[in-house]
């Protein structure tokens, strides 16, 4: 409800002040009690102690970039599709950093599948019943102690697409795909686009400058570069093909969220600015089940499991300050045999830079 | 056989004293321990679950203009709570949505809103005008939180979303003085005037604004609302005042500020006078005074003991009439 800025602003400064006459002689105290305090999380360390040893941390051309659940014991791993790039390796819970290689991917949740050359494995054990709201539930890390804890908080339930932002703006009044602006902290600024570069080719579709007659004026514009963008979410990479002066460059941008480029004053942008940061790709799910744990974008990919220490879905997002999503284990379990048998293999140049 | 029955006995006694061990441990865990282990997660689990249902069915999303918000209601006859932001002014329109989806019409009512001396006020009022059987969740004791206590926090993130009933999340209290709650349940633009309950499933205090840090969660103490029920509910009812701002003296309540043209003034009171007794009543303090004010009604005509010009002696104070204002 808080929703102009200068007014959250305001509420910020004074809260400051508040917090400097009240939490902070209680500081050394506070951290004691806060609920994600290694005190509570080691009351779930038998909660964990079989399931760590499915899970993997995967690393991208040598950075920890997600979790992974081992789904079979010969070496089959989920994990979150969007965050793959280049090199892939897997480290296990006794140590073990081999290299990963991509054998699936399915868009519509995420979900990627990897192999490493390991045998005799331990595979998750899914949960068979629903996650009622308020259950406790466990991110297992690869060691005795959870990586965080939370509470399911809300019953599964569809999360639409939205449509990726590539952060470029055009010259409404020119024909061409010429940049004629670039937005600061947009996938296009990370990934070296200029003013000035002219876009020829995304995804290996030629740009095609569209010429309609309106009311008997000529009006130009770049809809097959929209339209080619439009169809992938925040957090899906593009590749481009620019013509920069003499050169021709390739470039892979990841698509934005337009509520991140713009000084707005929406809700969306309150998670975005208060809080850790969120995963890109952290909408247009099947069905997801929202959770209250902390987690970092690279926290996801991994199981999520009861008390029982049953699996019961895969975090795919760190989606806001107040939520992370999880695929629940059903779900997962419907898609599996389909990326298990080859029917979704990776998108060529997936794992491109 | 006899041994068999006395061993059965002494496994039925061990039971029950482990049982009976557990329930208090649990209540402890409740009132700020942290759980050992997967048995008292458990426990709490059941808890957390059972008090969960009718959270979340009390819980309302509330739209007051293009402001979208949260709350609880709190009577059968539909008074609701919520952020004195979320309010704006008395007497808008306001659609209530329900956790099953159907909607209710109401209007707002009293506020009480704003930055005084580092302190910020946001209580707020609503009423469902609408005939119906609602849920409604018991306002809990605000005054005897402590940090560490285990709490649970529902709304509406991010406004609200068809087809997501109220969200849940689980947290405990770390900071609880009778201005402020602050709690590790994350809360983001939405959830403004949603409802925190204790483990009992009780109301301790309605959400209102975050900081940067996920355990910078700020709620209004429910007690608050208690306190200024009547404000609340009728926010066109004049009240009542003195036109002073106090001091911190010890002994009574000292007038650091006597506003011109108040009833203060017309009574005579001065800066530096220091208030021992109103009606009878001894006055310890600044905050002694504000309470019998506020008990008062506007023309009431009250007798007031003065110490003045350093006066520490009260059998010299002197003795003043005052009509309590109404504004």
């Known amino acids: 409800m808080i929703r102009k800025r200068p007014h959250l602003l305001w509420l910020l400064a004074s809260m400051v002040l508040l917090l400097g006459a009240v939490a902070l002689p209680a500081h050394a105290q506070k951290n004691a ?30 950075n920890p970039i997600a979790m992974g659940a081992i789904v079979r014991k010969d070496g089959h791993i989920l994990t979150k599709g969007s965050e793959l790039h280049g090199d892939l390796e897997c480290l296990l819970y006794d140590s073990r950093r081999l290299p990963a290689k991509l054998v699936g991917y399915q868009k519509k949740n995420d979900l990627a599948l990897l192999k490493i050359d390991a045998q005799n494995l331990l595979p998750v054990t899914w949960a068979k019943k629903d996650t009622p709201v308020g259950s406790w539930l466990t991110t297992p890390g690869l060691t005795k102690d959870p990586l965080a804890i939370g509470v399911a908080s809300v019953k599964p339930r569809t999360i639409r697409p939205q449509s990726g932002v590539l952060g470029i703006q055009f010259d409404p009044l020119e024909i061409g795909s010429r940049i004629d602006a670039v937005f600061p902290g947009s996938g296009a600024q990370k990934a070296g686009l200029r003013v000035n570069d002219i876009i020829r080719e995304a995804n290996g579709k030629a740009i095609e400058n569209i010429v309609r007659e309106v009311e008997g004026r000529e009006v130009h514009s770049r809809v097959s570069l929209k339209e080619i963008i439009g169809g992938y979410q925040p957090g899906e990479r593009v590749h481009l093909v620019i013509e920069r002066g003499q050169q021709e460059l390739r470039v892979t941008a990841t698509l934005g969220w337009l509520s991140s480029l713009m000084q707005s004053d929406s809700h969306a942008n309150m998670d975005i600015t208060l809080g850790g940061p969120l995963s890109e790709r952290r909408a247009g799910f099947e069905k997801v089940l929202q959770h209250d744990t902390i987690l970092r974008p690279r926290d996801c990919g991994g199981p999520i499991v009861n008390l029982d220490g049953e699996t019961v879905g895969i975090n795919i997002a760190r989606a806001g300050r107040t939520s992370s999503f999880a695929i629940p284990a059903s779900v997962v379990q419907a898609v599996l045999p389909d990326l298990l048998s080859g029917k979704l293999p990776p998108p060529d140049g997936f794992l491109e830079e | 056989m006899l041994f068999v029955r006395r061993f059965v006995l002494f496994v039925l006694l061990l039971l029950l004293a482990a049982g009976r061990g557990q329930a208090a441990e649990i209540e402890q865990i409740f009132a700020g321990a942290a759980p050992e282990s997967v048995a008292d997660l458990k426990t709490m689990q059941k808890r957390v679950q059972r008090i969960t249902k009718n959270a979340i069915e009390a819980t309302v999303a509330v739209q007051v203009g293009n402001a979208h918000g949260s709350g609880v209601v709190v009577s059968k006859d539909g008074y609701v709570l919520t952020a004195g932001h979320v309010v704006g002014r008395p007497n808008l329109d306001v659609l209530f949505t329900f956790a099953d989806g159907s909607t209710a019409r109401g209007i707002t009512l009293g506020r009480i809103s704003g930055q005084d001396l580092g302190v910020i006020r946001d209580s707020g009022l609503l009423k469902i005008t609408d005939k119906g059987d609602w849920v409604t969740a018991e306002l809990g004791d605000s005054s005897k939180l402590r940090p560490g206590q285990w709490c649970l926090a529902t709304g509406h993130p991010n406004g609200y979303m068809s087809g997501r009933r109220p969200v849940v999340r689980v947290g405990r209290i770390l900071v609880a003085n009778s201005m402020l709650i602050a709690t590790d349940c994350t809360l983001v633009g939405g959830d403004s005037g949603g409802p925190l309950f204790d483990m009992d499933g009780k109301i301790i205090g309605i959400h209102s604004r975050i900081g940067e840090e996920l355990n910078q969660n700020m709620h209004v103490p ?48 001065q800066v530096g006078d220091i208030i021992i007794e109103f009606n009878g009543v001894t006055i310890p303090s600044f905050g002694k005074l504000a309470e019998l004010v506020r008990g008062a009604k506007p023309n009431d005509v009250v007798t007031l003991h003065v110490l003045r010009g350093g006066e520490t002696d009260p059998a010299k104070a002197i003795e003043l009439q005052l009509k309590i204002g109404g504004k």
């Open chain 1, 33 to 62: 009690h806060e609920r994600n305090h290694a005190s509570v999380k080691a009351a779930f360390r038998d909660v964990v102690a079989q399931t760590h040893k499915s899970v993997v941390i995967v690393y991208s051309d040598g």
């Open chain 2, 222 to 269: 429910v007690n608050r609302f208690r306190r200024n029920w009547e404000q609340l509910a009728h926010p066109n009812r004049k009240r009542p005042f003195l036109g002073v701002r106090g001091g911190l003296s010890k002994i009574g309540a000292d007038l650091a500020e006597v506003h011109e043209g108040s009833p203060a003034e017309r009574a005579g009171l």
